[in-house]
């Protein structure tokens, strides 16, 4: 693995080491805002979604305690043990996720192609399943805060789902402002919030104190053997108690890994056992709160505020999911899955808050279509353990060769470290799989298109640059410029670049230009750009120069998965390397590629998708911050 990814790198590793214990509390607040948001409103719909009426479990004194304890230890295995004692290692240069953990993973096997292309396409479907992930939770978390009108007004039972709707429509069309204002009250009010969710919790173990039975592990285990195969169907709702678990690692890049378990083992994991302990002994205490136990634990008087405050939190901890779909498909774009689109940074001072129109828009109708279609919390956890599972499983997948190949450890200690939580993972998987008809095919459906979406775009790229060497022929570039320049060729003043898909191959749009305006500029820069699996490259080594011939240059240009894309930059980066490029006066030649499906390499119709996002989607002018007016595109025709 490259280890050169500079000092963005190390801050991102180097939170605790640079920080007393004043600032490592502020770092815990901030990650408590914004890492625990979906794993802290879990309570609001776990409970009932497992003793819901359609899921055949009875609510009895020794279901109850199975089913808290078995809440209880998995909140330990998966969350403490798996996540943040293991998987929170696995960082790459400080980043964590699973785009970030397939790029470990995947550098770490390239001598076996093979086996690369499967834990590709293996992240990839995670990563796909993340967006399923970006739909349901923003769905489902605030659908569950405003049910809890229901309770305190039942007539207000018709007005739910509406009221829900102006929640999340009015979230996504603020996105394009960026959080930086609000979130600064991000972590305070989720401090309230878990404050809140573990005294409700404690004043309610009073109702039936042998709920504390619950943190004896045979109590769960005696329950799965009791009940058999409805416990394993239960299964699929418990997992709901561990809903933003990638959140921990997802969001270690923003904060460290330090402050991000100290809030978890010192705050978090406390407040959701105590609450999910007070769940409980409600249930044990009255059968009749089965409907909503979490808002039956609070006093009527107080139920209006904690609808406020549940419906705060989870847009919270929504706008937590979609800005990591954001970040997400930045790395996407960044790795070659994803088309280019349109990003807007959000804020001066922070580079990783940005706002991805195309993305946003889609999930929005992704997420009122949701909750349109299910109409309820409890039908939505149907839906929602599929894709929290699915990307759970690949995860420790993937692990598994960042530990085997990566850190070189034993063979045997690395089935058994990552064979133990894949068990897990898959009995988790298996028991939601069984809810596919209730609703677990919209998950997995939304992760096939993204699937698809990220696979022929990446499949696309290829074939681009095949069929970009194949217009070459065995004529390189050097050579080629060789032969044209031996010629009477009109050399006209100024710079001109030419972005080239491949830096040994001829643009097409020189040989356009060449053909339709028989001149070349004096200075020529052939710029390719290329991505390395780390988060960041350092400047100095962000461009490589290589002199040709007749006062022309390859450029290799190299990003990191988390680098801001700016080729003026990368332009001014030349300088200390002895090419001085003034990038104002410099003419941008885009090659503006009509795509034609010959079913050469993919199948027909996954190649006219391609074309059809090749055509529709992607401004590479304005991915690369080029100057509108010094960009001239030259048409061509590319048959793949």
């Known amino acids: 693995m490259e280890s050169s990814s500079g000092s963005q790198a190390d801050a991102q590793t180097g939170h605790a080491a640079q920080t007393g214990p004043g600032a490592m509390a502020k770092l815990a607040l901030a990650a408590i805002g914004i890492v625990f948001g979906d794993i802290g409103t879990s309570p609001l719909y776990t409970m ?26 998995s909140l330990i295995v998966v969350v403490s043990l798996k996540y943040v004692t293991l998987i929170m290692r ?95 009250v991000f972590g305070p009010v989720m401090v309230l919030w878990f404050g809140v969710v573990a005294v409700s919790g404690l004043l309610n ?9 619950a943190f004896n592990p045979f109590v769960g285990l005696a329950f799965l053997m009791r009940n058999g195969w409805i416990a394993f169907v239960s299964l699929g709702s418990v997992v709901l108690a561990l809903t933003g678990a990638e959140a921990l690692y997802a969001d270690m890049g923003h904060f460290g890994a330090p ?41 009527s008087v107080t139920l209006f505020p904690m609808v406020i405050l549940a419906t705060v939190a989870t847009v919270i901890a929504s706008q937590a999911v979609i800005s990591g779909a954001f970040s997400m498909t930045k790395q996407a774009m960044q790795l070659g899955f994803m088309p280019r689109m349109g990003i807007v940074y959000t804020s001066e001072r922070e580079a990783g808050q940005i706002y991805v129109p195309a993305i946003n828009w889609l999930l929005l109708i ?47 200690l690395c089935v058994l470290a990552t064979g133990f939580f894949f068990v897990i993972d898959f009995v988790f998987f298996s028991a939601n799989l069984l809810k596919f008809v209730d609703g677990g095919w919209f998950p997995l459906l939304l992760g096939a298109i993204m699937f698809t979406v990220m696979s022929t775009w990446h499949r696309g790229r290829e074939l681009m640059v095949d069929e970009a060497r194949a217009h070459a022929g065995t004529l390189p570039l050097a050579q080629y410029l060789d032969g044209l320049l031996a010629r009477e060729t009109v050399r006209v003043p100024g710079t001109a670049v030419f972005l080239n898909i491949d830096p040994d191959a001829v643009p097409h749009a020189l040989v356009n230009n060449l053909m339709h305006n028989h001149v070349l500029h004096e200075r020529v820069l052939f710029v390719h750009v290329t991505n390395r699996d780390v988060p960041y490259v ?37 300088e200390p390397k002895g090419l001085v490029v003034d990038p104002a006066q410099v003419s941008y030649f885009l090659s503006h590629a009509t795509v034609v499906a010959g079913g050469k390499g993919m199948p027909v119709w996954r190649e006219r998708v391609f074309s059809v996002m090749s055509h529709n989607i992607g401004n590479p002018a304005a991915f690369y911050k080029l100057t509108a007016n010094r960009v001239i595109e030259v048409g061509s025709r590319v048959e793949i």
């Not at 020794?62 to 209880?72: D, F, W």
């Not at 569950?144 to 007005?159: I, N, Q």
């Not at 100095?540 to 040709?548: A, G, H, K, N």
């Open 259 to 299: 402050p991000i378990r100290l809030s978890w083992f010192v705050m978090v994991l406390p407040a959701l056992a105590i609450n999910y302990l007070g769940q409980g002994a409600l249930l044990l205490s009255d059968a009749k709160t089965v409907d909503n136990p979490f808002f039956h634990l609070f006093p």
């Open 538 to 574: 350092s400047r100095d080594q962000r461009v490589t120069i290589t002199p040709m011939s007749h006062n022309c240059y390859g450029i290799v240009v190299t990003y990191g998965f988390k680098d801001e894309p700016s080729l003026p930059q990368a332009l001014r980066d030349c």
């Open 48 to 73: 009932s979604t497992v003793f819901d009426v359609n899921h055949g479990l009875p609510l009895t004194r020794a279901n109850v305690l199975g089913v808290v304890s078995l809440i209880i230890w």
């Open 366 to 412: 992704a997420v009122v279509c949701a909750v349109l279609g299910f109409g309820s919390s409890t039908a939505l956890g149907s839906a929602y353990g599929i894709a929290v599972t699915g990307t759970m499983m690949i995860t420790t997948f993937l692990t598994f060769y960042v530990v085997r190949y990566a850190w070189h450890y034993n063979w045997l």
């Open 205 to 213: 173990i009073g109702r039936a104190p042998d709920i504390l039975d």
């Open 90 to 184: 696995a960082h790459n240069h400080g980043e964590g996720g699973i785009m970030a953990l397939l790029a470990l993973a995947s550098s770490s096997v390239m001598d076996r192609p093979r086996l690369r292309t499967g834990l590709l396409l293996a992240g990839v479907f995670g990563a796909a399943l993340f967006y399923g992930d970006g739909v349901i939770t923003p769905a489902i978390s605030v659908l569950s805060a405003v049910e809890g009108l229901e309770v305190a007004e039942p007539r207000l039972k018709p007005f739910v789902v509406s009221i829900a709707l102006v929640v999340l429509i009015a979230l996504f069309l603020v996105q394009r402002r960026g959080t930086a204002g609000i979130g600064a």
